[in-house]
Nanobody
């Protein structure tokens, strides 16, 4: 059993910041990558950012320069620092864990950017 526990979502004003965390626990022997996806109302789930076990990162164009993904390998935890938030960033954010031959998803945490 593998569990992903997300935290850090909430309501923030435009231009504000939030930090999301996702801790993975359970029978994890090897991690290829961890990251974040998001799904806004009426839209498909989309990639936000990922980070490999070696530290390589990938970002959606819409968040480059504003969001930063990082990872604590010892704690199997991934973070997403979100700055300069915009109303268009409003969505449910899902943690993503990729291991050999399988992908796990968190339950999602809501981020609302509104004045």
């Amino acid at each position: 059993q593998v569990q992903l526990v997300e935290s850090g979502g909430g309501l923030v004003q435009p231009g504000g910041s939030l930090r999301l965390s996702c801790a993975a626990s359970g029978s994890i022997f090897s991690i290829n990558a961890m990251g974040w996806y998001r799904q806004a109302p009426g839209k498909e789930r989309e990639l936000v950012a990922t980070i490999t076990s070696g530290g390589s990162t990938n970002y959606a164009d819409s968040v480059k320069g504003r969001f930063t993904i990082s990872r604590d390998n010892a704690k199997n935890t991934v973070y997403l620092q979100m700055n300069s938030l915009e109303p268009e960033d409003t969505a449910v954010y899902y943690c993503h864990l990729q291991v050999p031959l399988y992908v796990y998803w968190g339950q999602g945490t809501m981020v609302t950017v509104s004045s």
